[in-house]
C-alpha cells in the first residue's frame, strides 16, 4: 500500500510539474521582450491553415490583428446580418497560444459598407440613422468579442491627407457630422468598458498629421472621452521616415499622456511614395525584386529595421504594442499595393519561411525591451 501511496504522489508532482511547463516556453521575438511589450503580426484566418505558418506565428509573437476579418465589410456586410467566422478562428487560435488579440477596426472609410452612412443612391443617411447605424455594429461586434480583445482601433485614418484639412471627407463624417470619431469613442467605451481604445492612421509621424492628431486627441480628452492609445501605423520605406522623424511623434505623442503602439509595420523596398491610402492603386510600376531578393538589399532592410527598433526600444516607456503587417514576404499587401501583383520584400521572413538577416537586427533591439 505504500509504495502505491508513493506511486501516485509522484505521478502528481511530474503532472503539476508538467502543467507548469503546459505553457510554453517564450520563443522568438516574444520571447525576447520579456513580456514587456506586445510583438504580433496580422493574419488572416486561412493562413492558420498552414501547420509551418502557423508554428511560426505561435513561436514568434503574443499578440495577433485580423488584418481583415475584423472590419465592418466583413462582419456586417448586410444590415443585421453578422458574420464572425473568420475573426473567431483567429480569435481561438490568439487564446489556444497565450496571445492578445487586437480588433481592427470599428470604424474606416474603406471595407464599411455603404448602408451604414449612405443611402443607395449615395446620398448620406441622416444624422441620427447614421449615428444609430454604427452605435449598433459597434455594440453588437464589440459585445460579440467581449472582454477576450486588449484594445480595438476604433477609428482608423480620419485625419485628412491635404494639410489644409482637419478631417478626411468620409461617409460617417458627411452622414454624422464631424463628432462622429467621438461619438465612436463614446459607443465603443461603453460597449466593453475592458477594450483599450486607439486611433490609428498611417504617416502620423510626419509634422503636419502629427500636430493634427494631437488636436484629435486633446479634443477626444476634453469631452472625457478615454483614447488609450495612437496608433502609428509604420508602413515605412528604406529611405524614410528619419528615425528622428518617429523618435520626435513617439515623444511628443506620449506627451499627450497615451501609449504609443506601432500598429502595421513593414519596410517598402521598392521605392514609392509615402502613406498607405488603399485606393492609391498604381495601373503599372517597377517590380525590381521579382526573381529574388539580392543580399546588398537584404543588409539595406536589415539596417534600416535595426535603426526604427532603435528607436523603439528607446522609447520602450511609451510604447506597448509592435505589430507587422503580414508575416512573411508573402504574406504582404505590399505585393497588391500599390501595384497589383508585385514580388516585395518588407517582412521578416521571406517566402521559404526563412528568418532574413533583418530578423537578427529586430531581435537584437527587441532585448532592450525586456532588459531592466
Ligand atoms: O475577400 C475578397 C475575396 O472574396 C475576393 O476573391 C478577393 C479578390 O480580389 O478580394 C478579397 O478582398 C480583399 C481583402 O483585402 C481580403 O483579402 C480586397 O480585394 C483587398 O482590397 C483587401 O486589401 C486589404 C486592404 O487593407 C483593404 O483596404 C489588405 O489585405 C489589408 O492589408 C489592408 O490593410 C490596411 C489596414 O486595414 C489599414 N491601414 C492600411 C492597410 C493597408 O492598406
Known amino acids: 500500500m505504500k509504495y502505491r501511496v508513493l506511486a501516485v ?19 522568438g521575438l516574444r520571447g525576447a521582450t520579456g513580456g514587456k511589450v506586445l510583438i504580433g503580426t496580422a493574419i488572416m484566418s486561412n493562413q492558420l491553415d498552414d501547420p509551418k505558418l502557423a508554428e ?25 446580418q453578422f458574420t464572425f467566422a473568420g475573426a473567431d478562428k483567429i480569435l481561438a487560435f490568439a487564446e489556444a497560444h497565450d496571445m492578445k488579440m487586437v480588433g481592427h477596426c470599428l470604424l474606416w472609410h474603406n471595407q464599411t459598407p455603404r448602408w451604414m452612412f449612405a443611402s443607395d443612391d449615395g446620398k448620406p443617411l441622416p444624422r441620427e440613422q447614421g449615428l444609430a447605424n454604427l452605435k449598433e455594429h459597434i455594440d453588437a461586434v464589440m459585445g460579440h468579442f467581449k472582454g477576450r480583445i486588449v484594445g480595438w482601433d476604433v477609428v482608423n485614418e480620419a485625419i485628412d491627407d491635404n494639410p489644409a484639412n482637419y478631417l478626411r471627407d ?14 465612436a ?11 483599450q481604445l486607439y486611433y490609428n492612421d498611417y504617416s502620423n509621424e510626419g509634422k503636419s498629421k502629427l500636430e493634427r492628431t494631437i488636436k484629435l486627441i486633446r479634443a477626444l480628452k476634453a469631452k472625457g472621452l478615454r483614447i488609450d492609445a495612437v496608433g502609428m501605423q509604420g508602413h515605412w520605406l528604406l529611405a524614410g521616415p528619419s528615425a528622428q ?42 517590380n525590381p525584386y521579382a526573381n529574388g531578393f539580392p543580399p546588398d538589399m537584404q543588409e539595406k532592410l536589415a539596417k534600416r529595421y535595426g535603426e526604427i527598433f532603435a528607436v523603439l526600444a528607446k522609447h520602450k516607456a511609451d ?34 519561411m526563412k528568418e532574413k538577416p533583418a530578423y537578427a537586427a529586430v531581435l537584437e533591439q527587441l532585448k532592450k525591451f525586456g532588459a531592466p
Open 9 to 27: 504522489a509522484a505521478m502528481a508532482v511530474a503532472t503539476s510539474a508538467l502543467v507548469g511547463l503546459g505553457r510554453p516556453a517564450e520563443t
Open 56 to 80: 511560426l506565428i505561435a513561436r514568434e509573437f503574443n499578440c495577433i490583428t485580423g488584418e481583415n476579418e475584423f472590419k465592418p465589410e466583413s462582419v456586417e456586410r448586410v444590415k443585421g
Open 170 to 183: 468620409t461617409p460617417a463624417k458627411r452622414s454624422i457630422g464631424d463628432d462622429y470619431i467621438e461619438k
Open 185 to 195: 469613442f463614446e459607443f465603443a467605451a461603453s460597449a466593453d468598458p475592458n477594450a
Open 245 to 286: 522623424e518617429i523618435d520626435g511623434a513617439i515623444s511628443a505623442y506620449a506627451a499627450e499622456g497615451v501609449k504609443v503602439m506601432i500598429t502595421e509595420l513593414d519596410v517598402d523596398p521598392i521605392p514609392r511614395g509615402g502613406g498607405a491610402e488603399v485606393t492609391a492603386m498604381q495601373k503599372s510600376g517597377a
Open 319 to 352: 510604447i506597448s504594442r509592435i505589430t507587422f503587417w503580414g508575416t512573411h514576404d508573402g504574406t504582404s499587401w505590399l505585393n497588391n499595393w500599390p501595384v497589383r501583383g508585385r514580388m516585395n520584400h518588407a517582412l521578416l521572413w521571406d517566402r521559404d
